[in-house]
Structures are given as C-alpha cells and as structure tokens.
T-cell receptor
Framework: DAKTTQPTSMDCAEGRAANLPCNHS???????VYWYRQIHSQGPQYIIH???NNETNEMASLIITEDRKSSTLILPHATLRDTAVYYC??????????????FGPGTSLSVIP | DAGITQSPRYKITETGRQVTLMCHQT?????MFWYRQDLGHGLRLIYY???????DKGEVPDGYVVSRSKTENFPLTLESATRSQTSVYFC???????????FGEGSWLTVV
C-alpha cells in the first residue's frame, strides 16, 4: 500500500471550510484515495473516496490533483461535531486478498467556536 | 441491524494470562480486521482476514493469534498478555467489493 503523509493537527473556525491535505506521492494507478474520521473513543467512520475525479457527497468534497500525488478533503461548513482525527489512506479497491487497509496517524482537526 | 459487535467492551487482566477478544458481524462480510489504537500511534493493523480460514499478518502481529473458522467471527487472542498490550482494540469488516469499512465500538483492555 502507498504511504500517505498528513499534518499532525489543524484548527478551523466553526462555520468555515476545513481543508485537510494529504500527500500520496507513490500512489499507483489502481489505488483509490479514501478518507475516514474518528471521533473520540469511537470506531472510524467512512467519509468519501475517489480515484482521479473530484467527488462530493453529503459529508464532504474530495479534490485530487491531476497527477494524483495529493488530495484535499473539504468540509464546507465545519461544526463542532466535526472535531475528530481524519485519516487519509490509499488502497486497491478491486477484489484482492491483500487489502490490508493501513491507517497512518491522521490529522487531528479541532473546530473552534 | 446488529452490525459488528465486540466483547468484552472493557477488560482488566494480569500479565501472563490468556485473553480473547471476540468480534462478530452479521453482514457476512468477507474481510475482517483487528486494529489496536494507542495514544500517539493512531490505528495499527494487527491481523486481517480475507475469508474464512484465510488470515494474514498486519503491521504489529507479535503476541497475538487469530482464527476465522466461521465468516461471521474473528476472535483475537493474546496468548500471554503483557503490559505493552494495554490498548483499545477495534474490529472491523467490509464486503469483498465494498468501499466502506465498518468498525466495532472497541474493546478497552488493561493489562496489569
């Protein structure tokens, strides 16, 4: 699995957009970018994923650069409930026996009133 | 919708004892995972399983044993618990072609 690097922590004002970056410079052509988040003491929660096009769902938007070496998760209007650790991971989505799903340390996002 | 459940949720045990953490999922998901989470380390993969009777090591497998005789169960055993295994343990599962990995609520284990 390709490794990812994320900032250790970030702050965001409530109501503003939170932009969380992720570098995955060694990503290969068949690997997808996934984002999960973990609110304190709970299991991680899926947010969004993408291959090369930008994606949007009810929770967030995912912007992937053209060379696919980095991406940004955007929470358009951050609320206090968005305070969590955000994990960016890359993995092969196809049927495979080798889907280890490795999480890095993630980014701790604090939404400030 | 029972989902994925872990037991026990909280456990205190003594060094050297054998401990088994249970994980059960009701979706017949092919993949199951065990992670541990310690302060400052994020989630680290211990073992994973692609199907019944197929298991493989993750990042930190030493000191742990797993089995998967049935699709729905994936127990994690600490054969001789050590203080360094004090942690929060998360079980997870996903369908073979699924995007979403579903996590259990976690098992808090303290080894004294």
């Amino acid at each position: 699995d390709a490794k990812t690097t994320q900032p250790t922590s970030m702050d965001c004002a409530e109501g503003r957009a939170a932009n969380l970056p992720c570098n995955h410079s060694t990503i290969s052509g068949n690997e997808y970018v996934y984002w999960y988040r973990q609110i304190h003491s709970q299991g991680p929660q899926y947010i969004i994923h993408g291959l090369k096009n930008n994606e949007t769902n009810e929770m967030a938007s995912l912007i992937i650069t053209e060379d696919r070496k980095s991406s940004t998760l955007i929470l358009p209007h951050a609320t206090l409930r968005d305070t969590a650790v955000y994990y960016c991971i890359v993995r092969i989505r196809e049927k495979t026996s080798y889907d280890k799903v490795i999480f890095g340390p993630g980014t701790s996002l604090s939404v400030i009133p | 919708d029972a989902g994925i459940t872990q037991s026990p949720r909280y456990k205190i045990t003594e060094t050297g004892r054998q401990v088994t953490l249970m994980c059960h999922q009701t979706w017949s998901h092919s993949y199951m995972f065990w992670y541990r989470q310690d302060l400052g380390h994020g989630l680290r993969l211990i073992y994973y399983s692609a199907a019944a009777d197929i298991t493989d090591k993750g990042e930190v497998p030493d000191g742990y044993v797993v089995s998967r005789s049935k699709t729905e169960n994936f127990p994690l055993t600490l054969e001789s618990a050590t203080r360094s295994q004090t942690s929060v343990y998360f079980c997870a599962s996903r369908a073979l072609s699924g995007n979403t990995i579903y996590f259990g609520e976690g098992s808090w284990l303290t080894v004294v």
